[in-house]
């Protein structure tokens, strides 16, 4: 019914149903504050600022925020592994459905698989991520490995920005963030 009534559209590609815009977004939103679902409202605020953060190159700020869900959602058993920080980053950029693509994980690029990346979709003026996570090593290493294995090189046809994001996590130093606006020239 919500179909027919074009509150949801449905993508025959993916075979997804969708909010189609932003007005009946906040509609929905505003429907979910007042059914008693709060926790989903806030973490949707959360993901929105993350994005933004991620958007503003505040690596620091991701990194608590990532933190703060890895340490909410992730079972004791898996917590310290790749995979575990994988679905963490997804809850973290839930919000990025509203300006993205669905994100597109191990995406084969350059030489070597870029962990996360997310494509803009045509009508949205947001950057492209590339997104690499780290288990016991460090975001900077993985911001390295984005360039030397040029996972970003394939995207140089995009005409807007392109945002290299490295999240690591060390069981004892926790969780970092570095995130750089791709220069091709480097």
């Known amino acids: 019914m919500l179909l027919c009534l074009r509150y949801l559209s449905f993508d025959e590609r993916t075979s997804e149903v969708f909010i189609p815009n932003q007005e009946i977004a906040r509609e929905f939103i505003r429907s979910v504050k007042a059914g008693g679902w709060d926790g989903l409202v806030q973490a949707l605020k959360r993901s929105d600022g993350l994005l933004k953060s991620t958007w503003e190159l505040g690596g620091e700020i991701v990194a608590q925020g990532v933190a703060a869900i890895h340490n909410e959602t992730a079972s004791m058993l898996k ?5 575990s920080l994988t ?3 997804l809850m973290a950029y839930y919000s990025a459905k509203a300006y ?3 994100p597109l994980l191990e995406l084969p690029s350059g030489k070597g698989f870029a962990d996360v990346v997310y494509l803009p979709k045509r009508d949205m003026d947001r950057p492209a991520l590339v997104v690499e996570l780290k288990w016991d090593q460090s975001a900077k290493g993985a911001i390295a490995q984005i360039k030397d294995k040029q996972y970003a090189a394939w995207l140089e046809g995009y005409t807007g920005k392109i945002l290299l994001v490295g999240i690591s996590y060390d069981e004892k130093k926790g969780h970092a963030c570095v995130i750089e606006e791709y220069n091709p020239n480097i």
Do not use: F, I, K, L
Not at 79 to 83: A, F, K, R, V
């Open 87 to 89: 679905c963490t980053v």
């Open 79 to 83: 917590y310290n592994n790749e995979n």
């Open 100 to 102: 993205y693509m669905n």
